[in-house]
């Protein structure tokens, strides 16, 4: 099956830097990829959608500018935390489906941790 | 391994029936038990969550259970509606924050 790949799975970071996630569909184009973010005993949550070559659109309450999403091509997005936060402390998961808008593919996630 | 079935793959039922969506699971050290709809094309909207001290959650028209003992959840869903036309999905929760999908339940409701 359709497999997706997130990078780094873990990340340690200092409050005040930047921390970019990688999400790659890696035998499919993905024409949409979405962003989650799963805290400690809570449901996991859309942050926001991307499709390739056009602006992410977010979710209400997430902000923009400081979760950056870039969807260069069809086979990666990026998702950047800018000047984190430990509050931004949180699991990441992204997701990809492809031209048939049906099945919905997940990457393993990545765990940040904001010292 | 953990594996996370539904059944059915598919249903189809008349407005107004109260229906019941099954997952199964076989790891039984389970963090939390989630339940997410997928409507084509969007990402998923989450429904509700249980924690594994917890045996129900309830929002509107929608009850989830959860027994860890047996390996199952349930989704009830009463007097379905034609907007609830949608793939119900349940994931498996480990402790370490990962979520084990199964494959949905692609539900029909009729006018």
């Known amino acids: 099956g359709a497999v997706v790949s997130q990078h780094p799975s873990w990340v340690i970071c200092k409050s005040g830097t930047s921390v970019k996630i990688e999400c790659r569909s890696l035998?499919?184009?993905?024409?949409?990829m979405f962003w989650y973010r799963q805290f400690p005993k809570q449901s996991l949550m859309l942050m926001a959608t991307s499709n390739e070559g056009s602006k992410a659109t977010y979710e209400q309450g997430v902000e923009k500018d400081k979760f950056l999403i870039n969807h260069a091509s069809l086979t990666l997005s990026t998702l950047t935390v800018t000047s984190a936060h430990p509050e931004d402390s949180s699991f990441y998961i992204c997701?990809?489906?492809?031209?048939?808008?049906?099945?919905?593919?997940f990457g393993p996630g990545t765990r940040l941790l904001v010292l | 391994k953990q594996e996370v079935t539904q059944i059915p793959a598919a249903l189809s039922v008349p407005e107004g029936e109260n229906l019941v969506l099954n997952c199964s699971f076989t790891d039984s050290a389970i963090y939390n038990l989630q339940w997410f709809r997928q409507d084509p094309g969007k990402g998923l909207t989450s429904l509700l969550l249980i924690q594994s001290s917890q045996r129900e959650q309830t929002s509107g028209r929608l009850n989830a259970s959860l027994d860890k003992s047996s390996g199952r959840s349930t989704l009830y869903i009463a007097a379905s509606q034609p907007g609830d036309s949608a793939t119900y999905l349940c994931a498996f929760g480990g402790s370490q924050g990962n979520l084990i999908f199964g494959k949905g339940t692609k539900l029909s409701v009729k006018p």
């Open positions: 035998d499919f184009q993905a024409t949409t």
């Open positions: 997701s990809a489906i492809g031209r048939d808008q049906e099945t919905q593919y």
